[in-house]
């Protein structure tokens, strides 16, 4: 059985089907961090129409802190695991800052087909 994890949101479910053959420390990550309740209520603090939804920030727990949403973070980074899955609707991928080894907790879902960001970022799911 392929690893999959839901994600609930106030407008319904998503299934991620992940895809360990291609990015095993991500998901790994992914899956930790989610059996630890890291991500439990945090938001999807970054919705580019058109392009993606990105979440899994800490900091987007606390209203109080809505000038950092988008900074934080676990005390660790995985490194880059960038591979030839495209970026095409519906796929989840790691954000990161520019330094490719930086991804730690935020993952964005691409809503429309983004092959620019092909080979840049870690498809995971």
């Known amino acids: ?8 949101t106030k407008f319904g479910e998503m299934e991620i ?8 420390k991500h998901v790994e990550n992914f ?3 989610a ?3 890291f991500y439990d209520k945090t938001l999807f603090h970054r919705v580019i129409p058109g392009f993606m939804i990105q979440g899994g920030d800490p900091n987007t727990k606390d209203p109080n ?3 950092e949403y988008g900074m934080g973070g676990p005390p660790h980074k995985v490194k880059a695991e960038f591979n ?3 970026h095409k609707r519906g796929i989840v991928s790691m954000a990161r800052s520019n330094h490719p080894d930086s991804a730690g907790s935020q993952f964005f879902i691409v ?4 092959p620019f960001l092909d080979r840049q970022y870690t498809v995971f799911g």
Request: charged share 30%.
């Open 35 to 37: 059996k630890s309740g």
């Open 111 to 114: 809503v429309k087909d983004s």
């Open 65 to 67: 802190k809505k000038g």
């Open 17 to 24: 089907k992940f895809f360990p053959e291609v990015a095993p």
């Open 31 to 33: 899956i930790t961090l």
């Open 84 to 86: 030839e899955k495209p």
């Open 1 to 8: 059985m392929q690893p999959h994890a839901i994600i609930k």
